[in-house]
T-cell receptor, first 114, second 113 residues
């Protein structure tokens, strides 16, 4: 079945560092790809999506590009801030009408003072 | 208002007893979902309603039931809780199905003792 694999566990980095969270997927056809962010005490919330090869999604300084060749949708941010402390989930929606999102296991981002 | 509400926030249950979790949304969304989230694991889809049609995942088919008495409300029912049901339960809704944006509630943390 469809699956999403992303950077496991947590990523600790200094504020203003460049952030990358890797996401790779396995699905047939052209699934839609998503990033969601979950802050403490809240449910996951939509960050952005991409639906076709080479399409870039972006929001709040985060971006990712759909790459069908490498089946990837890596999340990047040029300068991480303390307010970016959260869990980030990569997800896919398979082609087809009667479907729902499949999520990765989540990556916790921990910005530290430089 | 893009709010999905879940009640209660925390739920304690005894092994072998039933559990009923409630979710509501006021966005007139067609689809409502239930996901189970355990530590260090991906949120796992349990089931979803598209309008009045219930879709349940094959591997959790017999463990969870649900009802949607109207467009706004959806419940998740566990007939006999086991220790393995301890988890965060996330409800979500979307305007349609498939590649639609999901709006999540804050979750209900269920602890089974």
């Amino acid at each position: 079945g469809d699956s999403v694999t992303q950077t496991e566990g947590q990523v600790a980095l200094s504020e203003e560092d460049f952030l990358t969270i890797h996401c790779n997927y396995s699905a047939s056809g052209y699934p839609a790809l998503f990033w969601y962010v979950q802050y403490p005490g809240e449910g996951p919330q939509f960050l952005f999506r991409a639906s076709r090869d080479k399409e870039k999604g972006s929001s709040r300084g985060f971006e990712a590009t759909y790459d069908k060749g490498t089946t990837s949708f890596h999340l990047r941010k040029a300068s991480v801030q303390e307010s970016d402390s959260a869990v980030y989930y990569c997800a896919l929606a398979p082609t087809g009408f009667a479907s729902a999102l499949t999520f990765g296991s989540g990556t916790k981002v921990i910005p530290c003072l430089p | 208002d893009t709010t999905v509400k879940q009640n209660p926030r925390y739920k304690l249950a005894r092994v072998g007893k039933p559990v009923n979790l409630i979710c509501s949304q006021t966005m007139n969304h067609d689809t409502m979902y239930w996901y189970q989230k355990k530590p260090n694991q991906a949120p796992k889809l349990l089931l979803f309603y598209y309008d009045k049609i219930l879709n349940r995942e094959a591997d959790t088919f017999e463990k969870f039931q649900s009802s949607r008495p109207n467009n706004s409300f959806c419940s998740l029912y566990i007939g006999s809780a086991g220790l393995e049901y301890s988890a965060m339960y996330l409800c979500a809704s979307s305007r349609g199905q498939g590649a639609e944006t999901l709006y999540f509630g804050s979750g209900t943390r269920l602890t089974v003792l």
